[in-house]
């Protein structure tokens, strides 16, 4: 049998091939796509040996391409449920994602750049204390020994640092 023989057999079994695709996979649409594909792969064919069953050969090639489609909706499914299942969690019977959303992520960094801007108004001994105790995690006595104070300067410095910020803060927030 020839590829332009071969490609006749489609042309006359075309619908019957639709309706196997779209049984096995219960969407048109994609068995439509599917059996279009089967031509593109017939008609760039170079079949050399007899085609003995030419309607059975398109059929086993179009019940292939379906179960490969199934086969790989089924992996992207199971990906999805694990993306799913990661990046959320479940609360009351529902899920909730894990991750912030761009509006949220917007104002945490306009918050963030806000602390920041109000930590650079303090006073330079204030806020060095400060630094170093609430965003280096050094202790009070470790404070002092750095920059060489004693720890009642370095917990007054603390306090005044955290009064200021609390009002620049509260001036800020709209």
């Known amino acids: 049998m020839s590829n332009e023989a071969l490609q006749t057999t489609y042309m006359e079994q075309r619908a019957n091939l639709c309706r196997f695709v779209a049984a096995r996979l219960r969407d048109e649409a994609i068995a439509e796509d599917l059996v279009q594909e089967l031509w593109v792969k017939v008609s760039k064919a170079k079949i050399t040996e007899t085609l003995d069953n030419p309607v059975s050969y398109l059929f086993t090639m179009a019940g292939r ?5 199934i086969r790989q909706r089924q992996r992207r499914v199971r990906r999805d449920e694990k993306w799913t299942d990661e990046s959320t969690e479940k609360t009351g019977g529902f ?3 894990n991750e912030e959303d761009g509006e949220t992520r917007l104002l945490r960094g306009e918050r963030i750049a806000r602390v ?3 930590i650079d108004t303090l006073p330079p001994k204030a806020r060095k204390a400060f630094e170093l105790h609430r965003m280096q995690g050094l202790s009070h006595k470790q404070v002092a020994a750095e920059l060489g104070i004693s720890v009642s300067t370095v917990e007054k410095h603390i306090i005044r640092a955290m009064r200021e910020l609390t009002q620049i803060l509260r001036g800020a927030d709209p």
């Open 65 to 69: 391409m379906a179960l490969d489609h």
């Open 95 to 97: 899920a909730t994602s």
């Open 116 to 118: 920041r801007a109000a």
